[in-house]
């Protein structure tokens, strides 16, 4: 009889399980959908996700008309993910002052200190003021576009062809985030580290600047009490942040202390056009801590973002043998004015390129170098979608899967097409920025948005019109876990020189 009892109790406990578990399938509003689970919320199905998070959120997103409330259970924290344009307006622009990074976001990009990443308020607004006034000038727009010619003819191109002429592959994300490295080393403290150079050397800070950034993604899904043990205790992902931030520091250091002592420093304004002797002019009193704080934003900022943009640039454009023609099309006119040994395009000879701007764009709108961002409500508030948000809500805008959303870009979304970038005119299409947020948008644009154009077009005309670059066939390209869209397992290619005759189309050799 006990035996019984206990198996009909055993039967109706799962009876009730399979019931109660068919009732909370039926509250989602598709499969991706993680379920609402009793003390835990969606914690279990974000966790589930992790390996594919991007994508998976881009699918819930469009089952949920743009947004989803998570909630994370007993951990207490609330999120909100949206790609919502008008949602991103509101929060960005209209409502700004009421959206701040707040004290969670900083402590999560600890690493990053009161740089202006971080910073809210009048530190911010000093921070901004300065780095406007400094970037927009005449004189650190012409250092910069000299920079990046120097660079990309004395390093990359030489580089390349030494791949061409060896005939190996090469993982050209790597090469790409090395070259931006050490443009944005020269640009902020006015060195070149070399990490472009044949052997291609170990570079301790880029390394320690990946680990941070898989850490921070880490610690936007771990509940914070959870991580913040595991950082004071330095096991699991904190023990790369812990390790990777002493790194960071101890460069930062090193190189503040080398430009502090240099003759050329703040006493003289026209020493050097370099953004850390530009910060220290006129500004004896700046500590290390903001110079080291100031430093590191800038170098995660030049390096990370716009390496990671050409890197899915060329992904896409290898895969689209048509829009590269275009391209090289375009670059021919340019080319036929150059000697055949001198095929590095200036900057002002590719600032009316319409179809190269519109080929960036295009790549962005779908591989966005930040595809989320963090923001925080400090008071009660109605979205324009309809939502409340509390105060100290945690919001994700999630412009990765924006640019997916087929009501947001049309029936075509997912295709590369950089046409839908072009009036019928053959000038640029304006696209509001609250619907294009690769350079963010309202107050907190990013202010280096020309500086990295510069960059990325000097770069993609120079390799496309010298070289002839392939995807190594099979190998898998995927976005990493990171709140940086780096790419999982690198970019595998193989390099051919062109054959490149002035003033006609490339040909392959």
Same mark, same amino acid.
């Given at each position: ?56 959120? =881009?699918?819930? #997103? ?8 998570? &909630?994370? +259970? @007993?951990?207490? !924290?609330? /999120? ?103 443009? =944005?080393?020269? #640009? ?8 472009? &150079?044949? +052997? @291609?050397?170990? !570079?301790? /800070? ?304």
């Amino acid at each position: 009889m006990d035996l019984f009892l206990g198996l009909l109790s055993l039967l109706c406990c799962c009876c009730f399980f399979f019931f109660y578990y068919r009732h909370l399938q039926s509250k989602k509003a598709c499969k991706a959908e993680p379920t609402e689970w009793p003390l835990l919320g969606h914690l279990l199905g974000m966790l589930a996700n992790l390996s594919c998070y991007h994508d998976w959120a =881009t699918v819930v #997103l469009a089952a949920r008309r743009y947004n989803f409330p998570a &909630q994370t +259970g @007993l951990t207490g !924290v609330r /999120f909100f993910i949206t790609c919502d344009p008008s949602n991103v307006r509101h929060i960005f622009t209209s409502n700004f002052l009421n959206y701040p990074k707040g004290e969670e976001y900083a402590e999560i990009f600890d690493v990053l200190g009161h740089g202006i990443f971080n910073a809210d308020g009048e530190s911010w607004r000093w921070q901004r003021a300065k780095s406007q006034l400094l970037m927009a000038g005449p004189r650190f727009r012409a250092f910069s576009a000299r920079c990046t010619r120097d660079k990309v003819d004395t390093s990359l191109l030489p580089f390349l062809a030494h791949v061409a002429d060896a005939g190996d592959r090469c993982d050209l994300h790597d090469v790409l985030l090395r070259m931006t490295f050490d443009m =944005t080393c020269n #640009l902020v403290f006015g060195v070149d580290p070399g990490c472009l &150079q044949i +052997g @291609l050397p170990v !570079v301790p /800070f880029a390394r320690a600047m990946d680990d941070v950034l898989d850490t921070i993604f880490f610690r936007h899904v771990f509940p914070p009490a959870l991580w913040r043990l595991m950082y004071r205790y330095e096991v699991g992902p904190e023990k790369k942040m812990a390790v990777a931030r002493r790194t960071i520091d101890r460069f930062a250091a090193d190189t503040i202390a080398k430009r502090r002592s240099s003759d050329d420093h703040n006493h003289n304004e026209s020493s050097s056009d370099d953004m850390l002797s530009s910060f220290l002019c006129g500004n004896d009193d700046a500590s290390d801590e903001f110079l080291r704080d100031t430093a590191v934003n800038l170098l995660l900022a030049g390096r990370d973002t716009t390496g990671t943009a050409l890197s899915w640039f060329f992904y896409v454009v290898c895969k689209n043998p048509r829009v590269q023609q275009k391209i090289l099309d375009e670059l021919a006119p340019i080319a036929a004015t150059k000697k055949p040994e001198d095929m590095v395009f200036d900057a002002g000879e590719l600032s009316s390129l319409v179809y190269l701007h519109a080929a960036l764009c295009e790549c962005m709108r779908l591989y966005p170098p930040v595809p989320f961002q963090h923001k925080a409500a400090i008071a009660d508030d109605v979205l324009p979608s309809g939502h409340e948000m509390k105060a100290g809500d945690k919001i994700l805008l999630y412009s990765y899967s924006m640019g997916r959303m087929e009501g947001v870009w049309g029936k075509d979304c997912m295709e590369f097409r950089p046409e839908r970038w072009i009036t019928d005119d053959g000038k640029l299409r304006y696209e509001p920025s609250y619907k294009f947020i690769a350079f963010n948008t309202g107050p907190r644009t990013c202010l280096g948005k020309e500086v990295a154009f510069t960059q990325m077009k000097a770069v993609a005309a120079a390799v496309l019109w010298n070289f002839v670059v392939e995807a190594v066939p099979g190998h898998v390209v995927e976005p990493k876990l990171s709140v940086i869209l780096h790419m999982k397992n690198g970019l595998a290619v193989t390099v051919k020189r062109r054959n490149v005759v002035s003033g006609v189309h490339a040909t392959t050799e």
